[in-house]
T-cell receptor, first 112, second 113 residues
Framework: DVKVTQSSRYLVKRTGEKVFLECVQDMDHENMFWYRQDPGLGLRLIYFSYDVKMKEKGDIPEGYSVSREKKERFSLILESASTNQTSMYLC???????????FGPGTRLTVL | KQEVTQIPAALSVPEGENLVLNCSFTDSAIYNLQWFRQDPGKGLTSLLLIQSSQREQTSGRLNASLDKSSGRSTLYIAASQPGDSATYLCAVRPNNQGGKLIFGQGTELSVKP
């Protein structure tokens, strides 16, 4: 079974802090994604990566950056956390072709 | 710009009932469409994936259909059970956009014993 893990289930940070959210997949997938989920807005794509060191902006990249130094790991970075980044963050991976996306359990981030 | 809409936003049914969840999308240039299940506070679990060339997929009590030309998909759940209570999300994968998914807002289903 494909497994996608995220470093924390719950995280509380203060405004202005630099925040790292880590995602690891164990199936050698090429593509990885970061989404955020908010009530009334649904899931929205922040960034995605189709290969090591490659990244593409999604629909809402402002205030975020990403890092993919190894194929199995995709990190989401909040350079200076703000209260409007309080959200559920979901990571996903995809082999490409006709396959499904596999999601991690999510990280609920609260910025105070 | 692709938009995905799910109706209804919430649904409450008695156990044993058959039900249909609806999903519509505005751009028919899709690679595939997926239905996911999400339990409160959890990640997403893929239920069914329909390729753009397919009309339906079935898994157990679940059947999903796709009509690309009209921009519609339905998820049919037969003989619903309390364990089916969750939020169901529809997502389309547009062509040539790196595998990204565009999600609907979901339908929150409650099955009463």
């Amino acid at each position: 079974d494909v497994k996608v893990t995220q470093s924390s289930r719950y995280l509380v940070k203060r405004t202005g802090e630099k925040v790292f959210l880590e995602c690891v997949q164990d199936m050698d997938h090429e593509n990885m994604f970061w989404y955020r989920q908010d009530p009334g807005l649904g899931l929205r794509l922040i960034y995605f990566s189709y290969d090591v060191k490659m990244k593409e902006k999604g629909d809402i990249p402002e205030g975020y950056s990403v890092s993919r130094e190894k194929k199995e790991r995709f990190s989401l970075i909040l350079e200076s956390a703000s209260t409007n980044q309080t959200s559920m963050y979901l990571c996903a991976s995809l082999q490409g072709g006709r396959d499904t996306q596999y999601f991690g359990p999510g990280t609920r981030l609260t910025v105070l | 710009k692709q938009e995905v809409t799910q109706i209804p936003a919430a649904l409450s049914v008695p156990e044993g009932e058959n039900l249909v969840l609806n999903c519509s999308f505005t751009d028919s240039a899709i690679y595939n469409l997926q239905w996911f299940r999400q339990d409160p506070g959890k990640g997403l679990t893929s239920l069914l994936l329909i390729q753009s060339s397919q009309r339906e997929q079935t898994s157990g009590r679940l059947n999903a259909s796709l009509d690309k030309s009209s921009g519609r998909s339905t998820l049919y759940i037969a003989a619903s059970q309390p364990g089916d209570s969750a939020t169901y999300l529809c997502a389309v994968r547009p062509n040539n956009q790196g595998g990204k998914l565009i999600f609907g807002q979901g339908t929150e289903l409650s099955v009463k014993p």
